[in-house]
């Protein structure tokens, strides 16, 4: 089974997602097919002995719609990065913005056609009301001949797509939004221009001063208003891909024969050294090599301040070199990158559907069928009810503008625009903060968990062991103990020993040299420093040396999870320092952060139950399961989820993948490039745990704007269409102009789109 997303040409409502779904999962090796309006992509599973793309396009090709189908690297006989080349990365913004501004010139043709046909309405309104003189007969009968001349110009120019959208009607039986504004305006025009040019004939048969040659021009004239605002909304809601698409250095300058060269990046390959000039963009993912910098890395992590780098160190694509210059290897390339996976990724998301997008579906697939059937019923209602009280000529006049009125105002659009639009806002602006959203599913689920899991040692903690307290005893001043201490240290390779090395490069201790070495197993190690030896180790090695020492004074310290290490010569102890995996400066807030949104916080630990009991009554949490092995997480993550808990666990995203994929959501904490993105449904960048408590806010702002806009889309629909069917009119005397449904329908959609693109001010 090949499953492929493709661009969708020709959509233009959420009907038009299900009427393509619908065709696609009819044709025979069709194994399943999702397409989504908001991106306007169609994700097909398919086999390719059956069918392919080209066969699909022509499935939907009658319908008015087609797939956009690329070749593939092989059959263009390119290479992967050059096929990416030549497909252009801002092709598909291009395109929109070009349909834009032909949607914008049909607008803005219709716009004064409409403020003058709105304005002779009006004025026939006032006049029937006495508000307003009549209108003399010449002026009457002047627009009675200009007005079918601007409703023919924007009814076959400006609503040629609605046009369409009915005769797919009459030739296949599928329907739309289009078929509904066609069916309607349509109907008007004929109406009127049939009254029109067989006055005299019709005037003992219906009321011949009643025409639509407004409603015709008025309503596509909304219509089109609206979707021009529409799309250029939608244009806005995809800002976060293309900001990730323009990070992406275009050259990178390489060392090729011993000469800096300047080549296009997709010709860098693998262990090419890169040189990077300050203020350069990094092209590809590599290790620095040669010289060192401070690099900002927050367009791709979210961190603000810049990173210093040295040789060693990993430096990510896209991001932006501050001060130094330096030379990388690249290890990394093309697709490879942590930024290719980033704009896939944040692609596949802004693609996916929601779960709660399922009634919305369900809905429009069904909604076209049944307006149709609820217009044309409205219409002969009328007609047999309303002709004994009216009379034919009223009453066929009054169910022509419940007729229309229906069908204009009855557009599934906004419901189709509802999930999508915020779905697209949310991800993309998680990704400007450092929060990697898999699909539209895991973001749904954020909102209801209840319970965070997170792992110790690299969540919590910085994952790394840091020297904490000093307990000098001896004559030597602390930084003379330190370097004496990190000069024997410095020969070990034990993780402790790296973390005195490092306290003492940081605050700028010199070391020397140490002769006589030895490494004692398990206990420790022993040399020489200037004529004097001495012996570094844990308290077994005190205790075997017999040197003098009251153990007691490391228990507080242990207890709270720190591990000692003993400096001493060979008659007596001179101190001793404590590592431990400090606990990272945010954790604590995130916590607090997490605690208001009525979140409990639980730690799970493989360390000594004691140690981690302290380290949580520091950060907060609620409560501790210490003495778990790997394999038992996923276990415990069931337990809880057994109690009829909404878990989700944050961890590193490696060895925490069992238990990841069993919590309702897994979120992992992705450190620089080392980013676990395929274990979890959610990436922390930077390996913050205070993004974990952005994401979950996200998760709720989101979903709100959601229901906030599936509320507005079927209360349009609620309210719109029992008004304009006329079922007030017998009590209230209310009927709906179609040109007011016009206006309704169009502003649905824009205040979804719009409402969808606040999420985008809100803090996290």
């Known amino acids: ?93 291009k395109e929109k913005l070009a349909e834009v501004a032909n949607m914008r010139t049909n607008m803005l043709s219709a716009v004064p056609l409409a403020i003058f046909a709105a304005l002779v309405m009006g004025w026939d309104i006032l006049a029937e009301y006495s508000i307003a003189p009549a209108m003399s007969a010449t002026l009457k009968e002047f627009f009675h001949h ?23 009607f009459l030739r296949y039986g599928k329907a739309n939004m289009d078929t509904l504004i066609g069916i309607g305006t349509v109907a008007a025009f004929l109406y009127s221009f049939a009254v029109s040019a067989f006055e005299d004939v019709l005037r003992p048969f219906i009321n011949v001063e009643y025409q639509y040659y407004d409603v015709t021009i008025v309503v596509i004239t909304f219509i089109a208003l609206g979707k021009y605002l529409e799309a250029r909304s939608k244009i806005k809601t995809g800002d976060a891909i293309e900001k990730l698409l323009n990070l992406q250095a275009k050259t990178a300058l390489v060392i090729r024969d011993g000469k800096e060269v300047e080549i296009p990046i997709n010709d860098v390959m693998h262990g090419d050294l890169i040189v990077i000039k300050p203020g350069a963009k990094i092209p590809v993912d590599g290790i620095l090599s040669e010289g060192e910098s401070f690099i900002d890395e927050s367009m791709v992590t979210g961190e603000p301040m810049p990173i210093q780098k040295k040789t060693g160190d990993n430096v990510v694509a896209g991001t932006l070199n501050t001060s130094g210059s330096f030379t990388f290897t690249a290890t990394k390339v093309g697709s490879e990158t942590l930024l290719a996976q980033i704009i896939q990724m944040v692609e596949d998301a802004q693609g996916s559907k929601a779960p709660i997008q399922a009634l919305a579906d369900k809905i429009s697939a069904v909604f076209v069928p049944i307006v149709l059937v609820i217009a044309f019923l409205t219409l002969g209602t009328w007609l047999i009810i309303g002709s004994p009280y009216l009379g034919f000529a009223q009453a066929l006049s009054f169910g022509l503008v419940s007729f229309v009125g229906i069908l204009v105002i009855a557009c599934p659009c906004a419901l189709g625009l509802a999930t999508p639009t915020a779905i697209i806002v949310g991800v993309g602006k998680g990704a400007k903060e450092g929060i990697l959203i898999k699909d539209a599913a895991t973001l749904e689920k954020l909102h209801k968990v209840n319970t965070v899991v997170v792992d110790k040692t690299g969540t919590i903690t910085k994952g790394k062991p840091t020297l904490v307290d000093i307990e000098n005893y001896s004559p030597l001043s602390d930084e003379e103990f330190i370097s004496v201490l990190a000069s024997l240290e410095n020969k070990s390779e034990h993780p402790i020993a790296h973390a005195v090395v490092n306290y003492a490069r940081e605050k700028g201790i010199g070391v020397s040299e140490v002769s006589g070495f030895e490494s004692i197993q398990g206990k420790g190690l022993k040399g020489t420093l200037k004529s004097t030896e001495y012996f570094v180790g844990n308290a077994k090695l005190i205790h075997d040396l017999e040197i003098p020492f009251d153990a007691t004074k490391l228990d507080a310290f ?43 916080v639980v730690m799970l630990t493989g360390d000594d139950e004691k140690a981690a009991r302290h380290m949580a009554s520091i950060v907060g ?60 449904g959610i990436t922390l960048l930077g390996g913050d745990i205070s993004k974990l408590v952005k994401a979950i806010k996200l998760s709720k702002i989101t979903m709100l704007g959601i229901k906030q806009n599936l509320f507005w889309a079927f209360i349009y629909n609620i309210i719109g269409i029992p008004l304009a069917a006329g079922i007030f009119y017998p009590v209230f005397g209310w009927l709906l102009n179609p040109v007011f449904a016009g206006f309704a329908m169009a502003m649905s959609s824009v205040s979804v789109v719009s409402n969808s693109l606040r999420i985008k001010t809100k803090s996290l």
Do not use: W
Request: charged fraction near 25%; charge should be negative; aromatic fraction near 6%.
């Open 621 to 680: 949490i609620d409560e501790v399961i210490a003495h778990v092995l790997p394999q038992d997480k996923l276990e415990k993550i069931k337990e809880l989820q057994s109690q009829g808990r909404i878990v989700a666990m944050a961890g590193d995203g490696v060895n925490d993948a069992p238990a990841l994929a069993q919590a309702d959501v897994g979120i992992a904490m992705g450190t620089g490039t080392d980013v676990a993105i395929e274990s979890a």
């Open 146 to 168: 200009l007005l079918p001349i601007f409703a023919t110009y924007v009814l076959f120019v400006v609503g040629k797509p609605y046009l369409l959208g009915f005769y797919r």
């Open 1 to 93: 089974m090949h499953t492929q997303t493709y661009k969708v040409k020709g959509m233009h409502c959420a009907s038009c997602s299900s009427v393509i779904e619908k065709t696609f999962k009819k044709v025979d090796g069709v194994h399943a097919a999702e397409v989504n309006y908001g991106t306007e992509k169609a994700k097909v599973s398919f086999d390719p002995s059956k069918t392919n793309p080209h066969d699909l396009s022509k499935q939907i090709e009658p319908l008015g719609y087609s797939l956009e189908v690329l070749e593939t690297a092989e059959e263009m006989g390119m290479s992967e990065s050059e096929h990416a080349e030549h497909l252009g990365l801002n092709q598909s913004k």
């Open 558 to 600: 242990t207890a709270q999870g720190k591990t000692p290490v003993i400096l001493a010569t060979e008659d007596k102890v001179l101190g001793f320092v404590m590592v431990a995996d400090e606990i990272k400066e945010e954790s604590k807030q995130a916590v607090a952060d997490l605690h208001a949104l009525g979140i409990t």
